[in-house]
């Protein structure tokens, strides 16, 4: 063989070679099967949890006309309010809505009467008087003016000698306060009543 065809040969295999060479070196494509498709990610909106709806806090309505009642929770409040409520030492807490500016309604009236204003001994006599006094604390807070006659006596463990009487009155009255024979007394308080109107007179002696 001449050296001119050796050096041909020779040619053609070399770029043979580089041939093979440049095809296995060429960057092969993915497979589109298998490449990650991106997830999307999920909405703020889906994930967040709804807060539950709240009621409205119904308005408390608290009664102001006389002779309404209230309940004890609410006599605080009422009275803050400037409704006037009279709250028996006696009861079950509740208010009775009151006017300052009338007389007590009758059911009022009986409780006051319920003392027992001729004592019969020195125990029923400082069983009475606290009754009276409590229940005048009751007006003294609802403002209503109210004068109670009770006799006074001296009295031992089991006697009592009625010596006079006393016009007893709630803080509404400017805590009036008469003493003397009985006449005098309820004549005394009538005067005060009738030049403060509204105001109530219980005679515990009758």
């Keep these: 063989m001449s050296t001119t065809r050796k050096a041909t040969a020779a040619v053609v295999c070399l770029t043979a070679l580089l041939a093979a060479s440049a095809c296995s070196s060429t960057t092969q494509e993915p497979d589109p099967t298998t ?18 709806t709240q009621e409205p806090t119904p308005e408390v309505v608290i009664p102001s006309e006389a002779g309404a009642v209230v309940a004890p929770e609410l006599v605080e ?3 803050d309010a400037g409704v006037a409520l009279y709250v028996s030492p ?3 807490g509740n208010g009775i809505v009151v ?6 309604p009758e059911e009022l009236i009986n409780e006051v009467e319920t003392v027992e204003g001729v004592p019969t001994d020195a125990g029923h006599l400082a069983e009475q008087l606290g009754l009276l006094t409590e229940i005048l604390y009751a007006h003294d807070d609802a403002g209503t003016k ?3 006659i009770a006799a006074m006596a001296n009295v ?13 009155g709630s803080a509404a009255t400017g805590t009036f306060d008469a003493s003397g024979g009985k006449a005098e ?3 005394a308080a009538q005067a005060y009543a009738a030049a403060n109107p509204g105001t109530t007179i219980v005679d515990l002696t009758d």
């Design 156 to 168: 031992t463990g089991s006697s009592a000698e009625i010596i006079g009487y006393s016009a007893i």
């Design 146 to 148: 109210l004068i109670a």
């Design 35 to 52: 490449s990650a498709v991106p997830q999307a990610a999920p909405s703020a909106e889906a994930t967040e949890t709804p807060e539950p």
């Design 90 to 92: 006696t009861g079950d």
């Design 99 to 104: 006017d300052p500016d009338a007389t007590l």
């Design 77 to 79: 409040q009422a009275r």
């Design 185 to 187: 007394v309820l004549a």
